[in-house]
């Protein structure tokens, strides 16, 4: 593919300045330059200012071949006195990636879950309910893409093997990249995200039992090249199985945020969830009390379609059981909008970030996001005792 750029009246570029240029190309889901990563084969330079790049790709069929030759000619195009540029494509070799697969793992080794190291900087938030259709999907995917807005690099595991969801509520039909035993996740308003649905044809079921369920959440912490995030969530299946007890050993250091619905019998059933807690010796952030009302569309007035009450008797449950005080951090109205975003795969935290349930979320997100820069209790006006 050859690009003409805007004529040029100055001498042909230095290798050392297109070097410089392909510097600022990163690798779309690696996002990383490509220079680091062993991506340019060559250059080639002309006396009458045209370049020549050769571009490997990680694997053959590699989706973002488009974006790459892109971002490589409209980087080099820029350069002074380039006149044109073609892009050549390779694909690596078992080697190359290999060698890759290695840098990117910082010579560690494989298998292991950066996140598990000691000294780790990654906040693991585990989002848990003890019922199915409490939202909990809903909640996750809308805080992660707040805490994206707000600057944080987030990614999330879709850990409901049995009712993945998270791809569409992301708005995302990707596949991941295999590069060696490496998977690179798919992006998807600024989240890294990972879900079993995006490796079975079409809506097929997943009929595994413990040690499967085990194994896949094992390689979606230690196989897939994460990088260097800030927040990673887990969107857990209902009730204290398998999962739960998985994630506790693989991540021990994460950390439990309980979502329930105002009705009594929901809230006990978090209650339940979160309990877990004092066997996996995992912390509690807090309790979202999602569904909390309906806004009245005749009036000023809520509608409490499932009670009241739920998210604060939890709160006051978990805190006896721990010993620790467990926070409400929000309670999110019943919004269609909410809903609508789900399905349409834009958190209306970003299509509606000022609606009831959006503004309510963003708060959520808001605190978490305090929390990972050191200000903990900032955004929730939450006193020193209370402080998570």
Same mark, same amino acid.
């Given at each position: ?33 490509? +220079?680091? &990563? ?40 820029? @350069?002074?006195?380039? +006149? ?5 494509? =390779? ?22 879950? #950066? ?5 780790? &900087? ?8 003890? $019922?199915?259709?409490?939202? $909990?999907?809903?909640?996750?995917? *809308? ?16 850990? %409901? ?19 060696? *035993?490496?998977?690179?996740? #798919?992006?998807?308003?600024? @989240?890294?995200?990972?879900?079993? !649905?995006?490796?079975?044809?079409? *809506? ?24 260097? &995030?800030?927040?990673?969530?887990? =969107? ?43 066997? +996996? ?27 009241? !009450? ?11 059981? +721990? ?6 951090? !929000? ?6 909008? &909410?809903?609508?975003? !789900?399905? =349409? ?8 970030? %000022? ?28 006193? #020193?005792?209370?402080?998570?």
């Amino acid at each position: 593919m050859v690009t003409d750029a805007s004529t040029a009246t100055h001498a042909a570029p230095t290798e050392e300045a297109v070097r410089a240029a392909l510097a600022t190309v990163n690798d779309p889901e690696i996002h990383r330059p490509i +220079t680091d &990563l062993g991506m340019v084969k060559s250059v080639g330079i002309a006396a009458d200012g045209s370049v020549t790049v050769g571009v490997y790709l990680t694997v053959s069929g590699c989706p973002m071949r488009d974006t790459i030759r892109s971002s490589v000619s409209e980087a080099v195009r820029a @350069v002074p006195g380039v +006149t044109s540029v073609t892009v050549e494509l =390779d694909v690596m070799s078992d080697e190359q990636r290999k060698e890759l697969a290695s840098t990117l793992r910082g010579g560690q080794a494989e298998r292991e879950i #950066p996140f598990a190291r000691p000294g780790s &900087l990654t906040r693991v938030y585990c989002v848990a309910s003890g $019922k199915g259709g409490v939202g $909990k999907s809903s909640v996750t995917v *809308n805080l992660a893409a707040a805490m994206a807005a707000d600057g944080l690099k987030v990614g999330v595991v879709d850990a %409901d093997i049995y009712g993945h969801s998270v791809p569409r509520m992301l708005g995302t039909d990707a596949r991941p990249t295999q590069v060696e *035993n490496m998977i690179m996740p #798919p992006s998807s308003h600024g @989240v890294k995200v990972i879900s079993i !649905g995006m490796f079975t044809p079409g *809506n097929a079921p997943v009929v595994w039992r413990g040690p499967m369920l085990h194994r896949a959440l094992q390689q979606f912490l230690a196989d897939v090249f994460w990088g260097d &995030l800030d927040v990673l969530l887990l =969107d857990l299946p209902p009730g204290t199985g398998d999962i739960a007890i998985s994630v506790a050993q693989l991540v021990p250091n994460a950390e439990i945020l309980v979502v329930t619905t105002p009705q009594q019998a929901a809230a006990e059933v978090a209650e339940r969830a979160g309990s877990i807690a004092v066997q +996996t010796h995992q912390k509690i952030v807090g309790v979202v009390e999602n569904m909390s009302a309906l806004p009245c569309p005749h009036c000023d007035g809520m509608v409490e379609v499932f009670g009241s !009450g739920g998210g604060q008797r939890v709160a006051e449950g978990l805190t006896r059981t +721990t010993g620790a005080e467990v926070p409400v951090l !929000g309670s999110v109205p019943i919004d269609v909008r &909410l809903r609508e975003g !789900g399905d =349409d795969g834009t958190p209306v935290v970003l299509s509606d970030p %000022d609606s009831p349930a959006g503004a309510e979320l963003r708060k959520v997100a808001s605190a978490l996001t305090a929390r990972q820069r050191g200000l903990a209790g900032v955004s929730l006006g939450i006193t #020193p005792r209370n402080k998570f």
